[in-house]
């Protein structure tokens, strides 16, 4: 194992703009154990892969699961309480996938909007059953309060692969900006658009893995054309803020709901995690929109990524999921209370 560099899995290589406080103590360093790995069996060390390389990781990608027997069928419980809205399709070869949006049935032009969007990293899978589940239960406590707008998966042919980036080898979560080429991020600002100014919060459902750093960040670097720095991987709950808007006491109350569910992540001897200072307990920041993160794609006031670590040994499916429920209530909670 070699973790002696650490590197941002967010940034992916990109400079930090956030703070350097942190919290005041130091807790002993929560690592993985990852062993060294051969080089990627795709491209050439140091040369950005081209049109040939990118085909021939396409081809190696295998359909494992289904977006419509996990997340269009069971979506169509809820239609007695929302309205379920196609927003788009993307796909691969061959294959289109219909994007599905979540719509308050009780839509009222008078109440802030609440958004949720999970599965903007397709292998996450927490974060697409999380919306569901939440959408499933927890969204009743907010009727009359707010309009909810739930998008369960937003790159479902990911999904089904179980992976990070799109047909394209792109990050989705890197692409949230204006005139974006990302099919995947695209819709979903086409979607949110007429709404930006009127969401209130938004909470992106993500995980933080050990194939991160053992298939993820290697791919990464291999695509770059860049040295892969190994990095580490912490065991528990965090959230990622916004370093222009970090709105602490928001992102606590998260942390605070959460950790009744399951444990948080410490930071490691630099008091960080990924790289990152942490800011209050399991709370890390990054410069959203700077990074075309999509938890940055709209004018909202209170703007959290959760990050879930499946891989942990306290960790179930179950647990993962509510955790990321639990996230979502106490997000919609304390904004709503603090308008």
């Known amino acids: ?185 695209a819709a979903l600002m086409q979607l949110v658009a007429p709404l930006s100014d009127r969401v209130l919060v938004h909470v992106d459902l993500h995980e933080t893995t050990d194939s991160d750093e053992t298939e993820f960040r290697p791919a990464l670097a291999a695509r770059d054309g860049q040295p892969f720095q190994p990095g580490h991987i912490p065991d528990g709950f965090y959230v990622v803020g916004d370093a222009a808007n970090p709105q602490l006491p928001f992102q606590r109350a998260i942390v605070a709901e959460v950790a009744q569910v399951t444990h948080i992540a410490l930071p490691d001897a630099r008091g960080e995690i990924i790289g990152s200072p942490v800011v209050a307990e399991g709370v890390i920041l990054y410069p959203f929109r700077e990074l075309g993160l999509c938890a940055g794609l709209t004018e909202a006031r209170y703007t959290t990524t959760t990050e879930v670590y499946p891989d942990s040994a306290r960790a179930t499916p179950a647990r993962c999921i509510a955790a990321q429920v639990a996230a979502v209530r106490a997000a919609l909670t304390h904004a709503l209370a603090n308008r």
């Open 1 to 185: 194992m070699r973790c002696s560099k650490r590197v941002s899995r967010w940034g992916g290589g990109f400079p930090i703009a956030a703070s350097r406080a942190t919290v005041g103590y130091r807790a002993p360093p929560v690592l993985c154990s990852m062993p060294d790995l051969p080089a990627h069996p795709i491209g050439v060390p140091g040369q950005p892969w081209g049109a040939a390389e990118r085909a021939r990781w396409l081809a190696t990608q295998v359909r494992r699961r289904g977006y419509g027997a996990d997340v269009l069928d069971p979506a169509q419980s809820l239609a007695g309480r929302f309205v379920l809205q196609t927003y788009g399709e993307i796909g691969g070869p061959g294959e289109r996938y219909p994007l599905l949006v979540l719509r308050s049935r009780g839509w009222r032009d008078d109440l802030p909007v609440a958004l949720v969007t999970g599965g903007v990293h397709g292998y996450e899978t927490s974060g697409v059953h999380g919306a569901l589940a939440f959408a499933a239960g927890e969204a009743a406590r907010f009727d009359g309060a707010a309009n909810l707008l739930v998008v369960p998966c937003v790159s479902p042919w990911a999904y089904e692969r179980i992976h990070r980036w799109n047909a394209d080898a792109a990050d989705p979560n890197r692409a949230f900006r204006t005139g974006t080429a990302v099919p995947e991020a």
